[in-house]
């Protein structure tokens, strides 16, 4: 007999309940087991009628987030043996509204993604003959921030996005600096007034959470920060100088 | 109220987003909807790790490229599609490139090139080992800029609507709030993607089932060269997470239990301890993955409690290596099976992992069906014949979506008719709404949980039609599967909820798996010879007289089946024999 561990789930169904509940469900304990894993087996084997979102199991979709014993995580990467002996809470990712279940609506963030532009703006397109040119180097300036899943943890981590739900937000900041710190790119001046304004990067108080709760390295915090520097710069200059020399 | 637009995409993986963009760009006054189950930046593609195949170096050649991939399909390749693909794919990586894909970079600023499986020369790009990740990633934030591209996300597509042999939208519902909707178009492209999920041990994501071939299936598109099904010959025990190809493209070996390079005993070549292009770990996934099989039955592989494995050894490429190169892998070794690549072995066996088959296409995504279109994996144009070298199907998802997202633009323009389908549709769309209003959502009681009828399947599967099968072996699985339609029929549903049902969306992907599991069995049960991919035990070489074509399979509206055997078309390589290593 496989010991067994208890994944202690909330639930929430719109058309029953008023409020979320809990539901304890008994779970193997196998080694190799994510927590994942674990919900599937319920699905699969004891109630049908829980709803959460998986799709890849290998940690680069970005559908499974959840909070796990108060953190948030990717359940595809948080083994049940590594938070034995249970029970496991698991609920949905915090700051979100709950859909149902585990699964939390995103279209905020969705929204928010368009707005700070996030392709590369060029003033004359070369034609598609060859390749711009990037040195390893110039890779490296953007590279960590390309690495974002959008899996949404940053969000749930983040104090201000709890008050503020205006707030553009980790992943979203952090893509515009991907797109900013490019060499083929040249539309910063365009990203410029969304990432500067109230709800933009002026509203990050650093806490840093972001850059913590980012299961693959990004570091949100770090790209606001930096920005912050360079916006101010900017409105310096835009004081100091005379325009047409800025 | 009616949604209607002039170009509807089934999938927002790397083929629905690039025909997205192409029918934006082919036509600014259509409007162009993306309806996707998943968030599209989650879709598969995400999911490709090691490179994507186009000729640029000064030393390589289109005609290479293309005999590469004749050769390694072992013959089935449509050789004028593969033409119109190792030319166009070039124009669309530097196109991605222009769009902001983070490329890897020789030292000069030039985009990277590494080997790749079954290619003669170095020309597959990447973006160190999460090439996939980055070209969706790209592809979908670039889709972002066209104001004319609306989405659906989150909405499960049910059925094709058919008026008159012309397909002219979809059923589709929203999981969010359960609202089911057609959605009328002039053209529809399928881009959903494989069905990796038939078999019980695949690399594929959970979305992997299949829908689109089904649905194409179902409304009396035909569909091509379903038996061949590729092994990946390295995925993780267990879980089937991929080790992708490029770990031996950057050196690795695969040993056997006694730490033995055993492809030197399958005519694959000579060991040496750098990577030589198509030869030892560089040969084509089919022949590896039968080596493996052989490899067993001699009894030098390694037991575990996870079955048969072998060893790919990345210890000598040292932890720069593996840290610029090979990143992921080594990030998913860790977690996966607590094992560090820079010191140790990595446990490996071969995994299902792609669809050579898929909806019967022309070179321009058009299938059959007036106004019906597909790209991707789910199609079959057939670049791949029997058997797909690693990196072309990325490449593939960029031509053929461009391909299909402009036919289905100057389809779109020109049609004559109305979209929204006369009272034929209609009736349609209310039949299906009482399939899932009442058979599925409101089923009551019922015997058998869903998995129960999921699990049987997969292992219908792997017993019947795996590596190597045969006509007995064929025979019992189509016996299986339909017994387990007739489960399916009556396994319980216990969720009744409209609110993000995820048990319904498990119902219909396990009845498009169904559908399409028997396309493959029966499909291999007919084609009696052994290419690529498919080898049958009963019939172990290739027969070129009898099978030098692509098998159409169709359902009549009575639901029996029906097949063709058109020729394959040859332009300018004869078949021949297939050499590796020497
Ligand atoms: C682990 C792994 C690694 C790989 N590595 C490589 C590689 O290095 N190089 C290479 O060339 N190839 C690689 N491949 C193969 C390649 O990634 C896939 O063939 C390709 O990404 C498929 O893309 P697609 O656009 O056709 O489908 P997908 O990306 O799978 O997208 C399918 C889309 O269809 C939608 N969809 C499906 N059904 C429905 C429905 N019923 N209703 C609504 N929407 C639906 C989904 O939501 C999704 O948006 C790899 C494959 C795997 C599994």
């Given at each position: ?50 709803s959460y979102r998986w799709s890849c199991r290998m940690g680069i979709c970005g559908s499974c987030g959840m909070t796990v014993n108060g953190e948030p995580r990717l359940t595809c990467a948080t083994f049940l043996e590594d938070c034995a002996p249970g029970p496991i809470r698991v609920e949905p990712l915090r700051n979100f509204p709950v859909i149902r279940d585990l699964v939390v609506e995103i279209g905020d963030f969705m929204r928010k993604l368009p707005q700070v532009k996030p392709w590369v703006i060029r003033e004359e397109e070369a034609s598609i003959d060859s390749e711009y040119l990037q040195t390893p180097a110039e890779l490296d300036q953007y590279k960590q921030f390309s690495m974002c899943i959008n899996c949404m943890l940053c969000y749930s981590a983040c104090p201000v996005y709890a008050l503020d739900k205006d707030f553009l937000g980790p992943a979203a900041i952090a893509l515009a600096q991907r797109y900013n710190l490019d060499s083929r790119d040249q539309g910063s001046a365009e990203r410029m007034d969304v990432l500067s304004a109230a709800e933009g990067i002026w ?44 | ?582």
């Amino acid at each position: 007999m496989a010991d067994l561990i208890t994944l202690r789930v909330t639930r929430y169904r719109p058309e029953n309940d008023t409020e979320p509940t809990t539901q304890d469900y008994e779970i193997p304990l196998r080694k190799e087991w994510a927590v994942l894993d674990g919900l599937n087996h319920i699905k699969d084997h004891l109630d049908g009628t829980l709803s959460y979102r998986w799709s890849c199991r290998m940690g680069i979709c970005g559908s499974c987030g959840m909070t796990v014993n108060g953190e948030p995580r990717l359940t595809c990467a948080t083994f049940l043996e590594d938070c034995a002996p249970g029970p496991i809470r698991v609920e949905p990712l915090r700051n979100f509204p709950v859909i149902r279940d585990l699964v939390v609506e995103i279209g905020d963030f969705m929204r928010k993604l368009p707005q700070v532009k996030p392709w590369v703006i060029r003033e004359e397109e070369a034609s598609i003959d060859s390749e711009y040119l990037q040195t390893p180097a110039e890779l490296d300036q953007y590279k960590q921030f390309s690495m974002c899943i959008n899996c949404m943890l940053c969000y749930s981590a983040c104090p201000v996005y709890a008050l503020d739900k205006d707030f553009l937000g980790p992943a979203a900041i952090a893509l515009a600096q991907r797109y900013n710190l490019d060499s083929r790119d040249q539309g910063s001046a365009e990203r410029m007034d969304v990432l500067s304004a109230a709800e933009g990067i002026w509203s990050c108080t650093f806490v840093g959470e972001c850059t913590t709760a980012c299961p693959k390295g990004v570091d949100p915090a770090g790209a606001i920060q930096r920005y912050k520097f360079t916006a101010a710069m900017e409105s310096l200059k835009a004081f100091l100088l005379p325009r047409g020399t800025r | 109220m009616t949604l209607s637009h002039d170009v509807v995409i089934v999938g927002g993986g790397g083929a629905g987003l690039r025909a997205a963009i192409a029918v934006a760009e082919s036509d600014p006054r259509l409007s162009v909807a993306v309806v996707s189950k998943v968030y599209p930046m989650r879709s598969h593609t995400v999911s490709a790790e090691g490179g994507a195949a186009a000729a640029i170096r000064s030393d390589d050649s289109l005609d290479e490229h293309a005999h590469d991939t004749i050769s390694g399909g072992d013959w089935l390749c449509d050789q004028a599609a593969v033409e119109a693909f190792v030319k166009e794919a070039p124009e669309e990586l530097l196109r991605l490139e222009h769009w902001g894909c983070p490329w890897s970079r020789e030292p000069d600023g030039r985009v990277a090139v590494r080997p790749f499986g079954g290619m003669r020369k170095m020309r597959t790009w990447f973006a160190a080992d999460k090439t996939g990740f980055h070209l969706l990633h790209t592809l979908f934030q670039t889709s972002l800029k066209y104001e004319r591209i609306d989405r659906y996300d989150e909405w499960y597509v049910t059925k094709l609507l058919v008026d008159d042999g012309r397909v002219c939208g979809v059923v589709a519902f929203e999981l969010m709030s359960g609202r089911i909707e057609a959605i009328t178009a002039k053209a529809v492209i399928l881009c959903t993607g494989g069905c990796g999920r038939v078999f019980p041990f695949t690399t594929n994501a959970a979305i992997k089932t299949g829908d689109g071939m089904a649905l194409a299936y179902r409304a009396g598109a035909p569909l091509k060269d379903m038996e061949f099904v590729q092994y990946h010959p390295t995925g993780l025990p267990f879980t089937g997470i991929l080790i992708t190809e490029a770990a031996r493209a950057e050196g690795g070996w695969l040993i056997n239990k006694d730490g033995y390079r055993y492809l030197q005993d399958y005519d694959l070549g000579t060991p040496s301890p750098k990577p030589v292009l198509r030869s030892m770990e560089l040969g084509p996934r089919d022949r590896l993955s039968q080596a493996f099989v052989k490899e067993a039955e001699k009894g030098r592989t390694v037991d575990t409690p996870h079955g048969q494995v072998v060893h790919l050894d990345l210890r000598h490429l040292g932890s720069t290596v593996i840290d610029t190169k090979l990143p992921f892998v080594r990030e998913l070794c860790l977690s996966y099976e607590h094992v560090d690549p820079v010191r140790e072995l990595i446990p490996v066996r071969p995994v299902v992992h792609y669809m050579m088959g898929g909806v019967h296409t022309d070179i321009h995504g058009a299938t059959p069906m007036e106004g019906l279109y597909a790209a991707g994996e789910v199609a079959c144009v057939s670049i791949n014949g029997a058997n797909r070298l690693g990196s072309n199907s990325l490449p593939e998802l960029l031509v053929f979506g461009a391909r299909a997202g402009q036919a289905a633009a100057a389809f779109a323009s020109t049609a004559v008719h109305g979209a929204q389908g006369g009272a034929a549709v209609r009736a349609q769309v209310e039949d299906e709404r009482r399939r899932l209003e009442h058979d599925l959502l409101g089923r009551d009681g019922g015997k058998e949980p869903i998995s129960a009828v999921r699990e049987e399947m997969q292992a219908t599967m792997e017993d019947g039609a795996g590596i190597y099968r045969s006509g007995e072996s064929l025979a019992r699985a189509a016996d299986r599967l339909h017994a387990l339609q007739e489960r399916f029929r009556t396994a319980r549903l216990e969720d009744h909820s409209r609110t993000f049902n995820t048990e319904l969306v498990a119902a219909l992907e396990l009845s498009f798996m169904l559908d399409v599991a028997e396309t493959i069995v029966h499909s291999a049960l007919l084609r009696e010879e052994s290419r690529g991919a498919h080898q049958r035990t009963d019939f172990p070489a290739r027969d070129d007289d009898r099978f030098l074509a692509s098998s159409l399979i169709y359902r009549n509206a009575d639901g029996s089946r029906q097949m063709e055997y058109p020729p394959v078309t040859i332009t300018r390589w004869p078949p021949g024999e297939r050499v590796y290593g020497r």
